[in-house]
């Protein structure tokens, strides 16, 4: 008489969803470098540009009250912290690019969103930004869906 | 170092914007990073209070003890119910042999009281 059973699983690993392909860590790291290289890219393009292509109507919310040279300061500071955070995720890394990376993305929305209201705004601008931001929502929750040592705030 | 002096030279363009738009935005911008910043807190604060592994219970020895006399217990009765069985398939193996014996005799009476076999 065979009394014998399985032997009983994980409950972490019961309980951690399936992220696929999504929550491979070299892919989030990949797309942690490129939200880094976006930021930088953004930070360089408004240090060289002329004003004249960077302050326009549909850009005129988002420079009114904060200062050009204070964005470029945030762009580069969001793009330093994804940097260290592409090195090595770790909470407190992940949490500082985030709360680097959203707020500003949505007041960008925001400030594109005033200017297609008014009707001189550029819709394209709002797209991109709009589907950049859904992106890195889904990485952060990906992140920190994806284990203990990824989650931005976790232990 | 041209391009720095391009870009400081250059005349700044007034936005325009409506001021409350800007607002609207700088305060998103300022709100957001707060809010970003409690969720991150929270969600810390919230993984360092998460439950912690279970206290070893003292009495664990003493139960296990209790628990492995239960099982020698089981043991014991498992194999005198495994006797009691083999017993009742042994008198149920005598008691088909008789059976059979007894149906041969039937057959064997049945022919002498009957050798022709017919109704």
């Known amino acids: ?68 040279p204070v964005w470029v300061v945030w762009f580069t500071l969001a793009a330093l912290v994804a940097a260290v955070a592409v090195h090595r995720f770790t909470p407190a890394r992940l949490a500082a690019t985030w709360t680097a990376v959203l707020p500003l993305a949505a007041a960008w929305i925001v400030g594109f969103a005033f200017g297609v209201g008014d009707g001189r705004g550029n819709v394209l601008g709002l797209i991109v930004w709009i589907s950049h931001l859904v992106w890195w929502l889904t990485l952060a929750a990906r992140l920190y869906l994806g284990g203990p040592e990824a989650r931005w705030g976790g232990a | 170092m041209g391009w720095r002096l391009i870009w400081l030279a250059e005349a700044p363009i007034a936005p325009s914007g409506g001021d409350s738009e800007a607002v609207t935005v700088a305060l998103i911008a300022a709100l957001g990073t707060v809010l970003v910043a409690l969720i991150s807190w929270a969600g810390s604060r919230g993984a360092r209070t998460s439950p912690s592994p279970p206290v070893p219970d003292p009495q664990l020895g003493d139960r296990l003890k209790v628990v492995e006399i239960h099982d020698e217990d089981d043991r014991r009765t498992l194999a005198q119910l495994d006797k009691h069985v083999d017993g009742i398939g042994d008198r149920v193996e005598r008691i088909r042999w008789d059976l059979d014996h007894v149906m041969k005799r039937l057959d064997r009476l049945i022919e002498q009281l009957d050798p022709d076999g017919g109704p």
């Open chain 1, 1 to 68: 008489m065979s009394t014998a059973s399985a032997p009983p699983r994980p409950a972490q690993q019961l309980a951690e969803p399936r992220l696929g392909w999504l929550g491979r860590p070299d892919v989030q790291r990949f797309e942690v470098a490129w939200l880094t290289a976006f930021h930088l890219l953004v930070a360089a393009g408004m240090l060289l540009a002329p004003r004249s292509q960077i302050i326009g109507p549909s850009t005129s919310a988002i420079f009114g009250f904060i200062p050009l």
